[in-house]
């Protein structure tokens, strides 16, 4: 899994202040997880050891308004 913070809509926001990749590589960073490290982070983030990743990607086909 690739998260790039720049394609994130939460981008610039409180969600972002308390995303574990903010906290990884900073709100403009772009970080590849494993699946195995992905795992880990939802395990962790699950019982509140670390923040959940917060992406928020935008819809495909929405039109802004």
Do not use: F, K, Y
């Not at 998260?3 to 709100?27: E, F, K, R, Y």
């Not at 050891?49 to 928020?56: A, G």
């Not at 990607?57 to 039109?63: K, T």
Request: glycine share 8%; aromatic share 0%; hydrophobic share 45%.
């Amino acid at each position: 899994m690739i998260i790039d913070c720049g394609t994130c809509v939460a981008q610039h926001t409180n969600a972002c202040d308390d995303c574990i990749v903010s906290a990884l590589v900073g709100p403009a960073g772009i970080i590849e997880l494993a699946n195995e490290e992905r795992a880990a982070i939802d395990a962790m983030s699950s019982v509140g050891l670390v923040s959940p990743i917060r992406l928020v990607l935008p819809q495909q086909g929405a039109s802004a308004s």
